[in-house]
């Protein structure tokens, strides 16, 4: 059984960076392609980041794409989401998953490909 633990969240003020971790427990972490979703109270998931299973591409949401960056180390086993010029609408409950098979490079990808969830992380922007 794969588990992800994400780690990193807090409150930050409008303007604020933020780095958000993801331990991924498995000894075949690079099989694995990765992703960040979020959702905000009353809102539906929504797809974030990912990162190819080698970490050579990487996909953004139109929301976030110059402002957050996606990278993973194989070698110790995490994936990582660095969050600058954060905005009050960022605020959501941030999840890390892993997928086998599926990359996502679209915009409006569920996430219901992906295999693995961890717990979330809450991220907080105040105004």
């Known amino acids: 059984q794969v588990q992800l633990v994400e780690s990193g969240g807090g409150l930050v003020q409008a303007g604020g960076s933020l780095r958000l971790s993801c331990a991924v427990s498995?000894?075949?972490?690079?099989?694995?392609?990765m992703g960040w979703f979020r959702q905000a109270p009353g809102k539906e998931r929504e797809f974030v980041a990912a990162v190819s299973w080698s970490g050579e591409s990487a996909y953004y949401a139109d929301s976030v794409k110059g402002r957050f960056t996606m990278s993973r180390d194989n070698a110790k086993n995490t994936v990582n989401l660095q969050m600058n010029s954060l905005k009050p609408e960022d605020t959501a409950v941030y999840y890390c998953?892993?997928?086998?098979?599926?990359?996502?490079?679209?915009?409006?990808?569920?996430?219901?490909?992906?295999?693995?969830w961890g717990q979330g992380t809450q991220v907080t922007v105040s105004s």
């Open positions: 998953a892993a997928s086998l098979t599926h990359y996502s490079d679209y915009e409006n990808d569920s996430g219901e490909e992906y295999d693995y």
């Open positions: 498995t000894r075949t972490f690079s099989e694995y392609a």
